[in-house]
Structure formats: C-alpha cells, structure tokens
C-alpha cells in the first residue's frame, strides 16, 4: 500500500487541470450522470423497448416510410448512429441507459476534454487550455443545444477532436492520422451534418490563411494538398450509403430541410454575435423567441483576443484563430448590420448554406475561436500582459480569470440545481402511453395510424 499513495498523488499532480475539469462536470451534470430517471424534451424522445430494438433491423437508408405516404430521408447520413441506438436495444440496453451512453457521457466529458487537448496541442499551456475548455464548455450557444437539440450539442463536444485530427495530418502526416482523421470527420457527418459542413468551413478557412502566413513555396502547397487527398478518399466511401440515393432521386438540393425559409433576422445581431452570447440565454429557463442582450463583462473575452494581436507573437497560428473568430462573428450576426443582404445572398447562393436557415450553428466557429484565444492569452506566465509593475499585470490576469468564473458559475448553476428545466428535469412514461404501446405491440396485423 505504501506504493499506491505516492503513484495516486503522482498521477493527480501531473493530471490535476484534466482531473479538475472532470470533477466540474461530475457536480454540474450530476442528474445526466448519475440519476436512473428519463430526462427528455424538445428533439429528443423516449423509445419503448420495441420502438428501440427495430431500429438495428430497420434503418431506413434513404427512404422513410412511417410518416404519410413515405419520403426520401434526406438525414440518412444519421444511420449509422441510429444504427447504435437499435444495437444498445437488442443487447438489452433500455432508452434511459441508451441515452446516457450515446449522449449525455459524451456530450458532458467530450465537451470539455476535447477542448482541452486542442488548446493544450495550440498553446502547450496547461493552464491556458483549462482556461479555454471552460469558456468553450460554458459557451451560451451550447447550452441552449443542451435543452434539446442533443444531436448538435453531442457534434459540438467533438468539433474540437475533429480539428485536432485535422492540425495532426498538416504537422505529422503519417497514415494512421489520415486515416483517424477521416473516421472522426465521417462520424462527426453521421452525428450531425449541418456542424461537419461548418467545421469543413473551418478548416478551409484554417488552410487558406495557414499557407498564407508561413509563406510557402507552390511546390509545399501541393504536398500540403496531397496530404489530404487519402483523407478525402475514405470520407466520401463512408458516405456512399446517404450520397448515392439522395442524388439519384434529386433531393441533394430540392428537399425539406433546404426549401425551408430564412428566419430569425431580428434575434441575431453584431454585438451578441461578437460576444460570442445566444440570444436566447437568460441565466435560467432560455427564452425561446424573445431576444435577449449580452451581458457587459462578455466582452472582456473578444478584447483579450484582440489584445493578442497587438503582442506581435511569432505564432501565425494566433492570426488564423483571429480570422476564424471574425469568419464567426460575421456569419451568426445573420442579416444584421453591417452588410445586412450578405447572409441572404449565401443562403441563396451557396451550395449547402441553405440549409442554415438561422445563423445560431455558427456560433461553433466564433466559440472554438474565441476559446482557442483565451488560451493563449492565458498561457503567458504572466496572463498576456507585460507591465513595469507587475502587480498591475497579475491583477489584470486575475480579474480576467475571476470573470470566467463568475460565466461558468452563472451558466452551471441553473444547470446544476434543474433550474433551466427542460432536459434537466426527470419526466415519467404516462400510464396510458404504455398501455396503447402495450396494445399497438400486440396486433398481428399491419396498419397505420392516424394521428
């Protein structure tokens, strides 16, 4: 036993940062984590044990038949995850346990240890990245994703794993991170296309100016190019399933989910697009439809990404982050000034984009971005900020450090005590609900229901 302790205090000192964003999530999430009730709301449902196990047989490829007549499924790119769900069902798995394996275990620790290890790779600070995990964790965005659209809250949680990936084949471009980073691409697809297509987004963005600022000669942008190519190979091949009948059957671009109608002009604007806050977010039960306005200490963070600039750091990588953060400020301030037609013409115009018809999704871009730059200001010794008294520069960082704890202490307490209602209230299955599924479960006959 006298061996165990010091290798216990050993690991706990040498993974405190990691052990401590862990324990921050144990105490905000605990009704996810540990409670044994059904918590469902918005999007997401509650499959009986029948409902659940028929999903493994009948994943419906392109084609769904159990509403109207039947239509193309134009989220067939979905299958394999719903594919998970049918197996957790006929392994004898029930929706609540399903739920938590599938959702709220990744979602609740993805979020904040993938954040963590891309700012750690960005910024090789410790510090820095806890401090960017938190902000990118505590985003207002996301949390409003957390009281139903859990698909997208769960993509969000590994958007920052899928850009690390990425940053890994441009500076090490062996073959097993081409290939890792092609599986995580193509899962992050199955889980949500909408946030694969804004981290595509991204990551273009990311190599363009990446090329740009180091400079380079044609001939190393064609290798840097080709590095891709692989990548870009096995991603369409494990899409084949979802692309091949949905182009045959010309629903690509003529379909639901693009013929939909902008909306929201009036919720989005620049100033809470800048700082970085939905406008939504109340601190407590989220205001659907009504708009709500950035709190001013926000602010304090976009700042400390622009006083980054002005430090002339020798690490490009910090402009391409900056470039990113305004890529994402400009698309979720939607058609608000300034350049207010620009979010119609692209929705109009470009390939994909109309499937955005709200601009809240580009928050992933400004978030990431944002987190990515708290991060590096915080992985100065001495916060970002040099000064001839450096009792002036510790005050400052401190104060800053102060402001995101009161963010995440406002943001987890409406989480953590159900206050926010929604998903994160335990909900029980109405007797009668189980008795008509008891019923339906029963008759030997096919029929439909009319509802």
């Known amino acids: 036993m006298k061996f165990i302790y010091p290798t216990i205090l050993s690991f706990a000192q040498k993974n405190r940062y990691i052990l401590g964003l862990i324990g921050v999530q144990l105490i905000v999430f605990h009704r996810w984590i540990f409670s044994n009730r059904i918590f469902t709301f918005g999007d997401i449902g509650v499959y009986p044990p029948e409902a659940q196990r028929e999903l493994f047989f009948n994943t419906q490829f392109f084609y769904t038949g159990n509403f109207g007549f039947g239509d193309v499924n134009i989220a067939a790119s979905n299958n394999p995850f719903v594919f998970l769900y049918g197996l957790l069902g006929k392994i004898g798995i029930n929706a609540i346990w399903s739920e938590k394996i599938l959702f709220f275990y ?16 960005l910024t090789k600070s410790e510090r820095g990245a806890c401090i960017g995990a938190l902000l990118y964790s505590y985003n207002t965005y996301f949390l409003v994703t957390l009281t139903g659209a859990l698909y997208i809250s769960l993509a969000y949680a590994f958007v920052p794993l899928i850009f690390l990936a990425f940053l890994k084949v441009l500076d090490q471009p062996t073959l097993y991170h081409k290939f890792l980073f092609a ?44 590095h891709f190519i692989l990548p870009g190979i096995l991603l369409i091949l494990m899409n084949l399933f979802c692309i091949f009948p949905i182009l045959f059957v010309g629903a690509l ?53 622009a006083i980054l600039l002005f430090k002339r ?7 391409v982050f900056f470039i990113l953060f305004l890529v994402g400020i400009f698309l979720t301030k939607q058609s608000g000034a300034p350049f207010e037609a620009m979010y119609l013409w692209l929705y109009n115009h470009i390939p994909g984009f109309n499937a ?20 590096y200001f915080f992985a100065k010794g001495d916060g970002g900020v040099r000064n ?47 008795e008509l599924n008891t019923f339906l479960t029963s008759q030997k006959e096919y029929f439909r229901v009319l509802w």
């Open 388 to 434: 001839a008294n450096e009792k002036i520069g510790y005050s400052f960082s401190m104060g800053v450090f102060l402001a995101l704890l009161l963010i995440v202490f406002l943001n987890a307490k409406t989480i953590a005590t159900g206050d926010i209602g929604t998903m994160f209230i335990p909900r029980e299955v109405p007797r009668e609900y189980t």
């Open 183 to 226: 599986f995580l691409a193509a899962w992050l697809g199955f889980i949500e296309f909408r946030v694969f297509y804004i981290t595509f987004l991204m990551m273009t963005v990311y190599f363009v100016f990446f090329l740009y600022f180091r400079k380079v000669s044609l001939r190393i942008i064609l290798s840097y190019i080709g």
């Open 106 to 121: 990744p979602i609740v620790f993805g979020v904040i240890l993938t954040s963590y290890f891309l700012i750690r790779y």
């Open 313 to 319: 750091l020798r690490d490009g990588r910090i402009y």
């Open 253 to 305: 671009t003529d379909n639901v989910l693009f013929d939909r109608g902008l909306f929201g002009d009036g919720y989005f604007d620049i100033l809470n697009a800048f700082a970085v806050f939905h406008p939504w977010w109340t601190w407590d039960v989220p205001s659907i439809f009504v708009k709500q306005t950035a709190a001013p200490f926000l602010f304090i963070f976009p700042i400390l990404a």
């Open 356 to 375: 955005f018809r709200e601009s809240s999704k580009f928050f992933v871009v400004s978030s990431l971005s944002l987190a990515v730059l708290v991060g």
